[in-house]
């Protein structure tokens, strides 16, 4: 399929999900909004991918909603004197759009995010859905929604508190202000910053790599448990896992693990 918004570019088990705009740096419009869940849904479906890798191109990973190109849409749904069918429609056209962020959170593979230049308001929205952000040191991060007049509604005031936490996430909401990489790495924001683009996208491949050669049913299950975990008790957690294990343990996969611990030789993992 081909895309207005999105480019996929495939590597053996690791897909590259690439932002183009068609917006100045990669800013959100209509196309983006419809496209992003159906390339993660067909992503979900094949069982050929293994991780997925988020990038934008050109001088930025995203700067976020496009509002002159999402206007018509929006425009009429924002007028102060329209009546609660104004309402129930933009109602829906957010929980679209909010599934669209929700599509890349429930991947069932891992969704590695390498973020450079500006990553702002939408961007980052979709940059927390990621399991992993990595970035380059030019990068800048904002939480911007505040500076129009919006509620963050995308998900980084849901998902963001898990990453850096309740005061971190209050403070860039709160002042809309921007913070480059040396702070979002103290935050936890990102796990590793690299020198420059080039840089960040080689350290984001080869960690891609790693997470593809480890066996795949088991690096899902991981991601299923870690989600599961998420506002329950350490006690809950551990017995969903402990079912979890009880039902999928027992692999091809877990064989294959053996025998090349014993035969002294790398494991090759066919997620089965």
């Given at each position: 399929m081909s895309y207005e918004s999105l480019k996929l570019e495939r590597t053996g088990p690791v897909a590259e999900v690439v932002l183009t705009g068609p917006g100045r740096g990669?800013?959100?419009?209509?196309?983006?909004?419809?496209?992003?869940?159906?390339?993660?849904?067909?992503?979900?479906?094949?069982?050929?991918?293994?991780?997925?890798?988020?990038?934008?191109?050109?001088?930025?990973?995203?700067?976020?909603?496009?509002?002159?190109?999402?206007?018509?849409?929006?425009?009429?749904?924002?007028?102060?004197?329209?009546?609660?069918?104004?309402?129930?429609?933009?109602?829906?056209?957010?929980?679209?759009?909010?599934?669209?962020?929700?599509?890349v959170a429930e991947c069932r593979v891992p969704v590695i995010a390498a973020v450079h230049g500006w990553c702002i308001g939408g961007g980052l929205d979709l940059a927390s859905a990621c399991d992993v952000r990595l970035c380059s040191a030019d990068a800048r991060f904002s939480l911007r929604e505040v500076k129009v007049a919006i509620v963050a509604d995308m998900g980084s005031l849901q998902r963001l508190p898990r990453i850096i936490g309740e005061g971190n996430t209050r403070e860039l909401a709160f002042t809309g202000k921007d913070i480059d990489a040396v702070r979002a790495r103290a935050m936890n924001l990102v796990n590793e910053v690299f020198p420059d683009a080039d840089a960040l996208l080689k350290g984001a491949r080869e960690m891609a790599q790693q997470i593809a050669e480890n066996p795949p049913l088991v690096v899902q299950g991981i991601k299923r448990v870690m989600n599961a975990s998420a506002g329950r008790t350490a006690e809950q957690g551990l017995e969903y896992v402990a079912a979890w294990n009880s039902a999928f343990l027992a692999s091809e996969d877990l064989q294959e693990a053996f025998s090349a611990f014993a035969e002294k030789r790398p494991p090759k993992f066919q997620g089965r």
């Open positions: 990669n800013a959100m419009g209509p196309a983006f909004w419809r496209e992003l869940p159906q390339l993660f849904r067909t992503l979900d479906d094949d069982e050929n991918v293994r991780v997925v890798l988020l990038r934008g191109e050109g001088k930025s990973f995203s700067v976020g909603l496009d509002l002159l190109a999402m206007a018509p849409e929006l425009g009429p749904l924002l007028d102060v004197q329209a009546g609660p069918a104004a309402r129930t429609q933009l109602h829906r056209l957010i929980r679209r759009m909010q599934d669209a962020v929700g599509a």
